[in-house]
């Protein structure tokens, strides 16, 4: 097992960035909050041009790490678009996209889009969306389903990781601004990140980051080598990444002070759209409960054991 993203899965992901940049960066965000319907109009054309809808993530290992690259770039621009959950669109359905959703008030960041989308609950459930409740808060919207089939569990997998990999690309920014931001500000005539309680903060944050970085390749690997532990893998791989959001951006907000939470700043924005990743379609609690239901008591394995 290497626990590393192959060279041209690293390359795709880095023109990615470059390319959300050059479309407009931190202000696409701020467009699509401000007019919700044209969230395709702003970043589809992108992603078509990068070749994104044609990635096989169930196909061969590297186009699957290719798709998590790619997440990982949009969440590092808190990109307003649901790449992971299009990008996990089922084999066997004519759709564009798959969210996982709770057996209760299933929700969704999809609103303003028009697509075929398919919910699945983590019990295998599927059902047709076949309708959005009002917009709310970063783009959720309550869905409205009709039953299709129980045919999802073999989806889960995927469609539970490839989200994590866009809040991972979140806590990648959150850090860099907050490095950024350490080394400009000033107090007591020098920089805060001479600060040794600053450091230790800093660290704190980016060990639990790593920690995330690691786990994210792993779910990776366990779903492009078909271990039945896939599903248990990729929820411990959700429950970590939410874990270490609690801790990054709070460190980060902290070392920005009261400037963190304005719109101004770049952070306030990224904190505000990781919300849905880490509160959809379970919070922490119900997804640590969701696992401990899930792996019983075999447990973990692998990197777990």
Do not use: N
């Not at 866009?166 to 601004?177: Q, S």
């Not at 990444?241 to 709070?250: D, G, K, L, M, Y």
């Amino acid at each position: 097992m290497i626990l590393d993203l192959g060279d041209d899965a690293g390359e795709y992901g880095r023109q990615a960035l470059r390319a959300f940049e050059a479309a407009g960066g931190d202000l696409l965000v701020q467009r699509a909050e401000a007019k919700p319907a044209e969230r395709e109009s702003l970043v589809g054309p992108v992603l078509t041009e990068l070749g994104a809808w044609e990635l096989d993530v169930r196909g061969e290992a590297d186009e699957l790490e290719a798709a998590a690259a790619l997440c990982r770039s949009a969440g590092y621009w808190a990109l307003p678009y649901p790449v992971a959950e299009r990008l996990a669109r089922p084999a066997d359905l004519d759709v564009d996209g798959l969210v996982v959703v709770a057996a209760t008030r299933p929700s969704g960041a999809l609103a303003g889009l028009e697509f075929r989308w398919v919910a699945v609950t983590l019990a295998g459930v599927r059902s047709r969306v076949t309708g959005l409740g009002p917009d709310g808060p970063a783009f959720v919207t309550e869905l409205e389903l009709s039953a299709l089939d129980d045919a999802g569990v073999g989806d889960l997998a995927v469609a539970l990781t490839l989200p994590c990999w866009t809040l991972l690309g979140m806590l990648d920014r959150a850090i860099d601004l907050t490095v950024a931001h350490v080394t400009l500000r000033k107090q007591f005539g020098q920089p805060l990140a001479s600060f040794q309680g600053v450091q230790f903060q800093l660290t704190d944050a980016e060990v639990e980051r790593s920690g995330v970085d690691i786990l994210a390749k792993y779910a990776l690997w366990s779903i492009a080598t078909g271990r039945p532990e896939a599903v248990d893998d990729s929820l411990a791989f959700r429950l970590a990444a939410i874990e270490a959001a609690e801790v990054v951006f709070r460190v980060c907000h902290q070392l920005h002070g009261a400037v963190g939470f304005c719109d101004e700043t770049t952070l306030s924005w990224l904190s505000r759209y990781s919300q849905p990743l880490r509160r959809l379609p379970l919070g922490l609690s119900a997804t640590r409960a969701q696992l401990t239901r899930s792996a019983g008591r075999r447990g973990l394995t692998g990197l777990y054991a």
